[in-house]
């Protein structure tokens, strides 16, 4: 039958003892510990030793804290004496030392555990056994000789359960209920969990705006008014632009960062030169937006301009280069961007350096003729 400890029998003492070898160095330094744990015939604890023992191997610590139990039970007139150890070495040493030639480092573990059971024999009441158990019935031991490499560097004695050892002191009684196995539903965190899955990225058709299954009416020619059979795929195109230019300023956050490039952003708000163009409604010939009180910088007008573009440049005189975009005279376009003062011509060459006359006759030469007229 299989138990976690079987109790001594009736006026018998029950030494266990377990040595617990560390291959590396802990923290602390310790790679070797010890303990033995004395009980009655009725489970209870009277005693015990654990600690570590530098410069001893497994054989003699075990050997050692074996005879340090006997010690005290000599002490305390107990001499009828259980041993339990899962060292087989140990065991079969302890029984057939007469039979064997012992070792030169087992010589001085041995002599001093034959000495003192020798010399302090009673005939008629001293009686020691010995019995080699597995592991897991020695469970009290292991736990207080792990408890001393971890957390002790002397070796000590006890007479009460220190720690979680009173857990297994009861546990070899029976006395102590399995723990119960909850079901794992899936909550709490997740340590080191699979990466998500990648974002599928969503292709963009150049057809997803063009109707088919319905036919057209061509009574009136208002049908093909401003029909154009691009027209959805020019929106598509303008809107995948759109979107890859928003994945690259993403990164840059806040309106100060964003729009860190405009000639209109002063630390995120508008410049004074902004304001007084919008206020004054110098641009609402380009399109209605700005002849509201309230002008979205992000809105797209016709031709696939942003407002936050229209009025950059603007502000930089520089309105020209979207002509081609709108249907709207130079005369207009001209009066929309004539908001900042610009050097003149004759000036900027004067400072990089020519001769008053050939600026002068550069600048005479730059001008239109009289004669020409402003294209609308």
Known sequence: MEYFWEVADKDYIKINVHCVVSEV????????????????????????????????????????????????????????????TDNERVYDTLRLQEQILLE???????????????????????KKSILHVPLHMNSSAEYMARYALENLKVF????????????????????????????FLGDGEVIDGPPPPPV?????????????????????????????????????????KKQEGWEREKQRKGKGKLLEDYSFNKNGLLSKEAISLL???????????FRG??????????????????????????LADLLPLWSISRTELEQA????????????MKVMGFGNQEAEFRYNASQPSTSSQHFD
């Open 25 to 84: 160095p802990l923290p602390n330094g310790n790679t070797l510990a010890v303990a033995a744990i004395i009980r009655d015939d009725n489970g209870d604890m009277l005693w015990g030793v654990l600690g570590v023992l530098p410069g001893l191997n497994e054989e003699q610590a075990i050997l050692a804290a074996v005879q340090a139990a006997c010690i005290h039970a000599n002490e305390k007139e107990l001499h009828k004496i259980h041993i339990e």
């Open 104 to 126: 030169e480092e087992q010589l001085d573990a041995y002599r001093a555990f034959n000495t003192l059971h020798a010399n302090n024999y009673k005939v008629g009441t001293t």
């Open 156 to 183: 000590v004695e006890t007479s009460k359960p220190f720690g979680n050892l009173d857990f297994f002191l009861q546990r070899d009684m029976g006395k102590v209920l399995p723990h119960p196995i909850y079901e």
């Open 200 to 240: 599928k990225k969503r292709r963009l058709s150049p057809f997803q705006n063009l109707h088919f299954g319905h036919s057209l009416d061509f009574s009136g020619s208002s049908v093909f008014d401003g029909f154009s059979p691009f027209q959805g795929l020019e929106r598509c195109v303008r809107l995948a």
């Open 279 to 289: 206020n004054d409604q110098k641009l609402s010939a380009l399109d209605s937006i």
């Open 293 to 318: 009180s309230e002008v979205d910088m992000e809105s797209v007008v016709f031709g696939g301009v942003a407002v936050k573009e229209i009025l950059h440049k603007a502000l930089t005189g520089s």
């Open 337 to 348: 961007s004539g908001i900042v003062d610009f050097i003149a011509v004759y000036n900027v």
